[in-house]
């Protein structure tokens, strides 16, 4: 069963497969921006909170049994922090993303995505039809071009990443000022933003300081920056309310882990208590990939373009064999394949330096 479609697989070199790697390699690969996954005394932390707790699973859904006092805490803290109205928490960014595009977009509505906007979108959108309109990727202008083009009868809601996974571009500030003036629902995906932009490390509105509005809505996941698991969304009460009314990601799933919301709290607690001296250390890596490869990354997502698949893969190997791990990213996720590198600052910016130089040599940059 599904032979002749895993060798088609196999002989497009777009073959994947689940592999423990060995712990002396040196991460570059993973979402862990701040290398908070590492960091034992903040999971010994949160088994201490958790503990103390009358359960330690959810049990339910959130609108049964399965909304604790964490859960509330952590969605307070989020809402605060953030300087939204209110705040749901969820399983997953993926969730989130199904959340927000499955329900906010109602039958006159139309909603204008980004091209190169996460898999979860794309995916939300296919049920759309006509309702999901795409612009060119980060172009303000097209956006609006679009929206001209193809205008709805009832509401705009635009949907755009803070920073791009597969691109560590940042979106532009522009879109803000598009959704205020169109009085448009703005949908920011910070799952790759938070904890890696802005002086407070919160993502795009924090980056390009621009204050909240009503009509903003953020989703942002734990289980990048944060080093834990779920997600959330930030937005007005209405919204986040209607959300638990209609959303079929937050209604028919299980509460989030309590353990996870638990990490999530202390791994927030430590981010803004020290977050002057976390942006000090990505600048130290932004710098070192400025002096060695003669560009600096506007996020910690460094991106090595491949004119082939098998070219990248024999590149991602030689890296593994100078003990260096990198993400080797191919279709469907990029059009063209790539080697992903996260400057994660659990690595030093001697290591960066090093990685970089291999690079260099290999790209001849």
Known sequence: MFNKELVAIKHSHLYRERKIFKNTLKDFASNDYLGLSEKKKFAKKACKRLAKQPYHSPKASLLVNGYSPLHQSLESKLSKLNGFESCVVLGSGFLGNIALFDSLVRKNDKIYIDEKYHASGIYAAKNLAVRAVFFKHNDPQD???????????????????????????????????????????LIVDE????????????????????PIEPNFIKMGTLSKAYASYGAYI????????????????????TALSLFD???????????????????????????VVQKTLGFTPLSQILIIPFGDTQTMLQAHKKLQDKKFLVGSIRRPTVQKPILRIVLSIKNSPKQTKKLCKIIKKTQGL
């Open 143 to 185: 956006l609006i071009h679009k929206i001209d083009a193809f205008p709805p009868k009832g509401r705009i809601i635009i949907a755009i990443e803070g920073v791009y996974s597969m691109d560590g571009d940042i979106a532009d500030k522009e879109f803000a000022n598009i959704a205020v003036a169109k009085n448009a629902l």
């Open 191 to 210: 799952a790759h933003s938070v904890g890696s932009i802005g002086e407070n490390l919160l993502g795009y509105f924090d980056y390009h300081q621009l």
């Open 234 to 253: 930030l937005a007005n009460k209405n919204v986040i309310d209607f959300l638990c009314n209609r959303a079929k990601s937050i209604i028919y799933t």
């Open 261 to 287: 919301v638990a990490l999530a709290l202390a791994n927030l607690a430590y981010i803004q208590k020290n977050k002057h001296h976390l942006i000090k250390k990505i600048h130290a890596h932004k710098s």
